[in-house]
């Protein structure tokens, strides 16, 4: 009797689905982290505040939500973002390791160079795919602060009054009520981009995006590389504690290095529709003209604090979602088999 087929498994796709899930976990932690540094990067240097004194500011203007405005957009984001990422990082890494295995070499580990190559095609993969996506959320974490700073956004005065049935009204000294616009949703800011400015609005700031991509490089590529150290070392794969380490100190390098062009990034994309466009380097240079190299670094504080922790995070929680997924998959396939 012929025996049953064994279901493949796709680690591919089990990966992605690890990442996003441990991008999404790891967002929620740290995201009010992400609209102070945000905010920072975006205002002019005359509006800087100190940390503390800036998510006082923000609770009192607008409440505890505050720190989490555009937070449905970065989840979506991060969840696309990562579910990409691996898939195709993971895909990547399986060609190079096959390709070791006929080549007849020792090690299947990636080295250096290949891990560096991973994360090029599948960041920049990543990139064009969600760019959208972040510019939408970059637009809703900064668009209510500029509406106050600009004195749009500001508490309408509305008459009440009662009508007798000839229709006169009795109330024309009655006291002012006051209403507060709604923050914007991810529809609502879609819909206004998409209108004033056209499609080509969400693609701004793509170019620096793609130069962000030596970021991921260089954090995947240290971590992948100590991560290898750590397991000849101890001969057995690393713990989620030790993950979580890792994961941190391959990100606070790669974001410490990168963090100019994530400032300009930001910027591009809150840029209107009718102001010059620039270059990264044009816009590089007009920072440091108008603020200094400082300039360059608005918002790093509550930057890399909150890259290292969705960082650690992130890989602490995947590989225990990667274990649990492939779980879940292969209980899936077996009660699929029996049917």
């Known amino acids: 009797m012929a025996s049953k087929p064994v279901v493949p498994q796709n680690d591919n796709v089990a990966h992605a689905l690890a990442g996003a899930g441990g991008g999404i976990l790891s967002m929620i932690l740290t995201y009010p982290l992400i609209t102070l540094s945000t905010r920072a990067q975006v205002e002019s240097k005359r509006a800087e505040t100190a940390f503390l004194a800036a998510v006082k500011r923000i609770i009192a203007r607008e409440g505890v939500a505050g720190l989490y405005a555009g ?6 984001g991060i969840s696309v973002t990562n579910f990409v990422y691996y898939y195709w990082y993971e895909w990547t890494r399986g060609s190079f390791e096959a390709a070791a295995t006929r080549a007849g070499r020792a090690s299947k580990k990636l080295t250096t160079v290949e ?19 972040w510019v939408i959320n970059t637009r809703m974490t900064t668009r209510r602060e500029r509406l106050e700073e600009s004195g749009e956004l500001v508490e309408k005065p509305t008459t009440t009054s009662t009508s007798t049935s000839t229709g006169s009204s009795d109330g024309d000294n009655a006291p002012a009520v006051t209403k507060k616009q709604k923050a914007p949703t991810t529809i609502s800011t879609l819909l206004a981009l998409l209108r004033e400015e056209g499609p080509q609005a969400l693609f701004r700031g793509v170019i620096p995006a793609l130069v962000l991509v030596i970021n991921p490089i ?17 001969r057995r794969s690393i713990t989620p504690t030790v993950a979580f380490f890792l994961g941190a100190l391959g990100k606070l390098f790669a974001t410490s290095v990168t963090y100019p062009y994530i400032t300009v990034k930001s910027q591009m994309h809150v840029a209107a529709s009718g102001e010059r466009k620039e270059g990264i380097n044009q816009a590089i240079r007009r920072v440091i003209k108008e603020e200094g190299y400082a300039g360059l670094y608005k918002g790093i504080g509550p930057k890399v604090t909150q890259s290292v922790l969705t960082a650690a995070f992130l890989f602490a929680f995947k590989d225990v979602l990667y274990e649990q997924t492939i779980k879940l998959r292969g209980a899936a396939a077996r009660k699929a088999l029996k049917a």
């Open 218 to 234: 260089l954090q995947y590529t240290l971590f992948e590389q100590m991560k290898n150290a750590v397991e000849r070392r101890q």
């Open 115 to 133: 891990s560096m190559i991973a994360g090029a095609l599948a960041g920049s993969a990543t990139v064009i795919l969600t760019n959208p996506i």
């Open 71 to 76: 937070l449905d957009s970065a989840v979506f």
